[in-house]
């Protein structure tokens, strides 16, 4: 039976489409971008995230660790991420609930069963299904499609939020059961996104020429990042690509950098690269919001 990661599910989402939502985050992404506010989404693993605020040094995960996990440094618990196998033996025996794993298995039939539960909200709201990452594209396509389907035959809305990075043949098996999508561009300068983002700015600008090319609804989505992307003639580049491959863009949503997510950084063993970026004012935010409108764009929000 095909199962894939799962990260997080959250109801009664407002952001992450049209309507009332809930969002199914898979795990795993092709990208590494620095400001990521999720970072036990990139990997396809199961992680382990240490609240260290909340450990009392008590030992018990240490004690009964069948794999040496866990190990005392200093007359502190530390986590030995090397030596862990995830196997969740230490959350049995941590009362402080320090610890807790990234990443647990589901099947289609029990996703749907989850998300099943607020049809109601869905149809008064005009919400749906929003399946994120991590990159949800990435998973199995037949994993994907099988999920899809089952919503569809229960006339639940779906969205997919998608970075692009992901096989052509993904999205074109995927957007004739797909209602609407959230697809994100960082920029259009190569050696920007190799720096800040990864490889793949070319498959993730094919991928959109191709979902357009399907009559996909497209909300184009842009992380804002102060000292990235937020120089207007960065913007311009962005928004002469739509225009020159005729992007039928329904919204824009403009979402600026926050470091809200950094402290997931050190619980999960990890470095925060905070260098370079910077949180754009919200004066900047509608300048840019007037740039696009000064090309004919009329949907924008900011935030989302």
């Given at each position: 039976?095909?199962?894939?990661?799962?990260?997080?599910?959250?109801?009664?989402?407002?952001?992450?489409?049209?309507?009332?939502?809930?969002?199914?985050?898979?795990?795993?992404?092709g990208l590494h971008c620095k400001w990521?506010?999720?970072?036990?989404?990139?990997?396809?693993?199961?992680?382990?995230?240490?609240?260290?605020?909340?450990?009392?040094?008590?030992?018990?995960?240490?004690?009964?660790?069948?794999?040496?996990?866990?190990?005392?440094?200093?007359?502190?618990?530390?986590?030995?991420?090397?030596?862990?196998?995830?196997?969740?033996?230490?959350?049995?025996?941590?009362?402080?609930?320090?610890?807790?794993?990234?990443?647990?298995?589901?099947?289609?039939?029990?996703?749907?069963?989850?998300?099943?539960?607020?049809?109601?909200?869905?149809?008064?709201?005009?919400?749906?299904?929003?399946?994120?990452?991590?990159?949800?594209?990435?998973?199995?396509?037949?994993?994907?499609?099988?999920?899809?389907?089952?919503?569809?035959?229960?006339?639940?809305?779906?969205?997919?939020?998608?970075?692009?990075?992901?096989?052509?043949?993904?999205?074109?098996?995927?957007?004739?059961?797909?209602?609407?999508?959230?697809?994100?561009?960082?920029?259009?300068?190569?050696?920007?996104?190799?720096?800040?983002?990864?490889?793949?700015?070319?498959?993730?600008?094919?991928?959109?020429?191709?979902?357009?090319?399907?009559?996909?609804?497209?909300?184009?989505?842009?992380?804002?990042?102060?000292?990235?992307?937020?120089?207007?003639?960065?913007?311009?580049?962005?928004?002469?690509?739509?225009?020159?491959?005729?992007?039928?863009?329904?919204?824009?949503?403009?979402?600026?950098?926050?470091?809200?997510?950094?402290?997931?950084?050190?619980?999960?063993?990890?470095?925060?690269?905070k260098k370079k970026m910077s949180v754009?004012?919200?004066?900047?935010?509608?300048?840019?919001?007037?740039?696009?409108?000064?090309?004919?764009?009329?949907?924008?929000?900011?935030?989302?």
């Amino acid at each position: 039976m095909k199962e894939a990661l799962v990260f997080n599910i959250q109801r009664f989402s407002i952001h992450d489409g049209e309507g009332i939502r809930s969002t199914v985050f898979f795990k795993g992404c092709g990208l590494h971008c620095k400001w990521c506010h999720n970072p036990e989404s990139q990997s396809y693993q199961k992680q382990i995230i240490r609240y260290e605020e909340r450990c009392k040094n008590c030992k018990a995960c240490m004690n009964f660790c069948p794999h040496q996990g866990i190990k005392e440094v200093k007359g502190k618990i530390e986590l030995d991420r090397k030596n862990c196998h995830t196997c969740g033996t230490c959350l049995d025996y941590c009362v402080y609930n320090a610890l807790e794993i990234a990443g647990k298995p589901y099947t289609a039939n029990q996703l749907v069963e989850i998300v099943k539960r607020d049809r109601m909200l869905y149809e008064e709201s005009g919400g749906g299904v929003t399946l994120s990452g991590g990159e949800v594209m990435s998973q199995s396509i037949g994993f994907l499609l099988e999920l899809c389907k089952k919503l569809k035959r229960l006339g639940i809305h779906i969205t997919i939020d998608t970075c692009g990075l992901a096989p052509r043949e993904s999205y074109q098996q995927l957007v004739p059961y797909v209602d609407a999508f959230l697809y994100d561009i960082k920029t259009i300068d190569q050696q920007k996104h190799e720096l800040f983002v990864g490889d793949g700015l070319e498959t993730i600008l094919d991928n959109l020429i191709e979902i357009n090319k399907m009559d996909a609804i497209i909300t184009i989505r842009v992380a804002v990042i102060g000292g990235f992307n937020d120089r207007e003639k960065e913007i311009q580049e962005m928004i002469q690509w739509l225009v020159m491959n005729q992007i039928k863009v329904k919204k824009i949503d403009l979402l600026p950098y926050h470091e809200a997510g950094s402290i997931k950084y050190q619980r999960l063993g990890r470095s925060y690269e905070k260098k370079k970026m910077s949180v754009p004012s919200p004066e900047k935010m509608e300048a840019i919001k007037n740039i696009f409108i000064e090309h004919g764009f009329q949907n924008i929000s900011i935030g989302g």
